[in-house]
């Protein structure tokens, strides 16, 4: 007995006549990558709650006021209104970009080693910590494309769509990112 997994544009439609299950379906099969890329961006847990909430009931009320377009892009459409969220929130001056804690969500905690001791596990965080601040110190279009790239786990055509750009113009900002941060690293002797 085989099961069909159903498209998200099956989905959605399921949803729109009523069946409230298939947007569940929707919910859970994108919700870490969405939080994900809101924490990424706020860096701070109560505000990603706060925003990650907004965005689904933007995404339920467009969807039931039938002014969603069904393209096939419902992951980069969902993502590009938590991506608006986050500007929004930044713009009102509620966001305070220096505010990092240990609390949350790190990436390089599904990195982890099978066979980790503690001085490996200091050694990742300490890792972590460094390139973590790297990427803070990059300028913001910079810093936006190896969060969605690295962190988020989006494809560079994805990162395009969701921040306006051609794909060229994210690959450059990778590109320029990565000089950014192995200029930086090589200027203040850092170890990694």
């Not at 339920?60 to 500007?87: H, M, Q």
């Not at 949350?104 to 080693?113: M, Q, R, S, T, W």
């Not at 990059?138 to 921040?163: C, D, G, N, W």
């Amino acid at each position: 007995m085989r099961t069909t997994v159903q498209t998200d544009q099956e989905l959605v439609k399921s949803y729109l006549r009523g069946n409230d299950k298939a947007f569940e379906e929707l919910f859970n099969r994108y919700q870490q990558r969405v939080y994900t890329s809101i924490y990424l961006f706020v860096k701070e847990e109560n505000q990603a709650r706060d925003i990650f909430q907004d965005t689904f009931i933007k995404v339920i009320d467009t969807l039931r006021s039938g002014k969603y377009r069904d393209e096939g892009k419902f992951l980069p459409w969902v993502l590009r209104i938590a991506y608006n969220l986050c500007v929004d929130n930044f713009r009102r001056g509620k966001r305070n970009p220096h505010i990092t804690t240990n609390e949350g969500f790190d990436i390089f905690d599904v990195l982890k080693l099978k066979d980790s001791n503690i001085q490996d596990r200091i050694i990742l965080d300490e890792t972590s910590r460094k390139v973590r601040h790297l990427v803070d110190q990059l300028p913001e279009e910079q810093k936006e494309v190896v969060i969605l790239r690295h962190y988020a786990e989006m494809s560079f055509k994805e990162i395009a769509a969701l921040t306006g750009v051609s794909i060229n113009t994210a690959l450059g900002r990778m590109r320029y990112a990565l000089i950014n941060i192995r200029k930086t690293i090589k200027e203040k002797e850092i170890s990694i």
